[in-house]
């Protein structure tokens, strides 16, 4: 189990965790994390682990994913750099205690809104954008002034030694450290007390997940996945409409959380939009995206298989070519999808995309209502009404119109999902207000004492006074 190798690195060994936990909590204690500039020296230091070791994380990217280099930039170093960016710009506004109002009854007071990191932070997280989905809940938790462990995926096993590398080379090892490895030093990892868990994986783990934070009443953010589903309508511009589909979906091998997993064609949309999709696929990778540089790979045998097994779930529109030793499954969509075939049964989580027509809004509406609530929902339209009847009548962990798997990179935006799809959410000062207590702060001067009217005894004057403030 703990100590077996990948990467040439030697993974923690369980009996090893206790102590590391205990090593970040006596940190916390200290209070080293507090100051802002502990926190924004940390920041710092982990951009330059991200600039500096520019050409590592491209191929442990590589190694793990055969992600294309512009990829991995705009996907995982980049997007963490933008976070960190944005963090630091923010971070004494974020802080800084919020006044609010007292009613008349306790004036004169003053009361306000405190910030106080948590503890002891886990980030446990999977292997499709290992550098982003281990590092961007680290710039939160950091942020907000915690210690963190890193749980990164074991199945993608050059990205976690690097971290497991590289993080104690750039940043304060009393306050972050890295374990690797997979069920079992998770097992341990979460026999610990925490007290946050940011888990980001599938939702049967998830369950696990939850279930072993109870016995510390260790609060959970999960970020979960799901089928995301795109709605277009039939009188739309279809070919933008199909590139953008095509973008968004075959990023990373359609191994992104919030890629659009299958599509719902109103109203006669279906075969026009299955002509666009192949064409803006040959487009995009050529005919035989095989040799596209920009085109990724399948993380695993076993992903691999279940994938290829899904392909025979309709009609081959575009695609449907393998390569097993090469990991590589074509951009695929398949048309004629059974809303009960198989590959409507799970999250997708690769390069195919089922397109299934619906007669209208409202068909599509009940399609997706009757399933788990989606991490994201894309439409296509060029209605206001329908966006409104999308936004009011759908629950989904975010909605994209026009423009899929884009939101996670507006920094104002939380990210997260609802029911099926996970709970709580982070990113820039949504990482804040998971990583952090509110803390409500009460001042009231001894100097006069205005409460004598609330006590005993009490008098008809103060009983009728008191009645009318509250
Ligand atoms: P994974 O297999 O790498 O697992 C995720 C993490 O859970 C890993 O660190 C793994 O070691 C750990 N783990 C596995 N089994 C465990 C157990 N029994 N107990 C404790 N920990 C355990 O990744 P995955 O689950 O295949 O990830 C893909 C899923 O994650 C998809 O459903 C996808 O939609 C979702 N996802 C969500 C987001 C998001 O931000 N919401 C992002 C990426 C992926």
Not at 2 to 13: C, F, N, R, V, Y
Not at 44 to 68: F, I, Q, Y
Not at 386 to 398: D, H, N, Q, W
Request: hydrophobic share 45%.
């Amino acid at each position: 189990m703990a100590d077996t190798e990948t990467s040439g690195a030697p993974l923690t060994l369980t009996t090893n965790i206790p102590p590391i936990v205990a090593r970040l909590r006596a940190t916390f204690d200290g209070g080293r994390t507090k100051p802002i500039s502990w926190r924004r020296a940390q920041l710092r230091a982990l951009r330059r682990m991200l600039t500096e070791e520019r050409p590592t994380w491209e191929r442990v990217l590589k190694d793990d994913l055969g992600k294309p280099s512009l990829e991995a930039h705009t996907t995982e170093i980049g997007f963490v750099i933008n976070e960190i960016d944005h963090a630091v710009k923010h971070l004494a506004a974020w802080l800084r205690p919020q006044r609010v109002s007292v009613p008349l009854g306790l004036a004169p007071a003053r009361a306000r809104r405190v910030r106080e990191p948590l503890g002891t932070v886990l980030v446990i997280s999977p292997w499709n954008y290992p550098v982003n989905l281990s590092l961007t809940p680290l710039v939160g938790a950091i942020a907000a002034g915690n210690t963190v462990l890193i749980k990164p995926s074991e199945l993608s096993p050059a990205t976690s030694g690097a971290l497991a590398k590289l993080v104690p080379r750039f940043l304060d090892t009393e306050a972050v450290a890295v374990v690797e490895g997979g069920v079992a030093e998770s097992t341990t990892l979460l026999e610990q007390r925490f007290d946050h868990i940011l888990y980001t994986g599938n939702a049967a783990v998830g369950r696990i997940v939850m279930a072993a934070a109870v016995k510390h009443l260790t609060p959970v953010t999960l970020e979960l996945g799901g089928k995301s589903p795109a709605v277009v309508e039939s009188d739309v511009d279809l070919a933008t409409t199909a590139r953008r589909l095509v973008w968004g979906k075959f990023t990373n091998a359609g191994q992104t959380c919030v890629a659009p997993d299958y599509v719902l064609a109103v109203g006669g949309a279906a075969e026009r939009l299955q002509r666009e999709l192949a064409a803006a696929i040959t487009e995009m990778f050529g005919s035989d995206p095989e040799l596209s540089p920009d085109y990724g790979r399948i993380i695993n045998e076993r992903h691999f298989d279940r994938l290829s097994a899904l392909l025979g779930s309709g009609e081959v529109v575009a695609g449907g070519r393998t390569n097993r030793e090469a990991l590589y499954i074509a951009p695929t969509v398949l048309g004629g999808v059974d809303p009960d075939s198989p590959v409507m049964a799970q999250e997708i989580f690769g390069p195919i995309l089922p397109v299934i027509p619906v007669p209208d809004l409202d068909a599509a509406i009940r399609f997706v209502n009757e399933r788990d609530k989606p991490l994201a929902l894309y439409a296509f339209t060029d209605s206001e009404v329908t966006k409104r009847r999308l936004i009011t009548e759908t629950s989904s962990g975010a909605v994209g119109f026009g423009l899929p798997i884009a939101h996670p990179i507006v920094p104002g935006l939380p990210f997260g999902g609802v029911g099926e799809s996970g709970s709580g959410a982070y990113h820039a000062e949504a990482s804040i207000d998971t990583f952090s207590h509110v803390k409500p702060v009460l001042d009231k001067s001894l100097a006069l004492d205005t409460m004598r009217v609330a006590y005993a005894p009490i008098t008809r004057f103060k009983d009728r006074l008191l009645r009318r403030m509250t």
